[in-house]
Nanobody, 126 residues
Framework: QLQLVESGGGLVQAGGSLRLSCAASGRTSSSYTMAWFRQAPGKEREVVAVVSSGGDTYYVDSMKGRFTISIDNAKNTVYLQMNSLNPEDTAVYYC????????????????????WGQGTQVTVSS
């Protein structure tokens, strides 16, 4: 079992930055591949980025260059640094423990969640 608690969301103006954190706990929390997803109002949940326990990172193309996912195994914490935010980034952001469902594991969309956090709201004002 993996428990995930996100923090760091809030209200920010367009062009601003936020750093989300996800604290993981559980018997095998240090060995999981982790990911950030988001769900905007009226839209389906979508993957943002994935990081392996070894630090390999994979991003959805639209997030490359603005978002950075990282992991601190000593703290069992995953981060999502978000820069140059725009109103389209407004969503609830979720941390997840994931696994790759088949081949093509360098693509974030190949990952499926096994565990979810409760989510943290990010609102970007124009």
């Amino acid at each position: 079992q993996l428990q995930l608690v996100e923090s760091g969301g809030g209200l920010v103006q367009a062009g601003g930055s936020l750093r989300l954190s996800c604290a993981a706990s559980g018997r095998t929390s240090s060995s999981y591949t982790m990911a950030w997803f988001r769900q905007a109002p009226g839209k389906e949940r979508e993957v943002v980025a994935v990081v392996s326990s070894g630090g390999d990172t994979y991003y959805v193309d639209s997030m490359k260059g603005r978002f950075t996912i990282s992991i601190d195994n000593a703290k069992n914490t995953v981060y999502l640094q978000m820069n140059s935010l725009n109103p389209e980034d407004t969503a609830v952001y979720y941390c997840a423990g994931v696994y790759c469902a088949g081949s093509g594991c360098d693509r974030p969309t190949r990952y499926e969640s096994r565990y979810w956090g409760q989510g943290t709201q990010v609102t970007v004002s124009s």
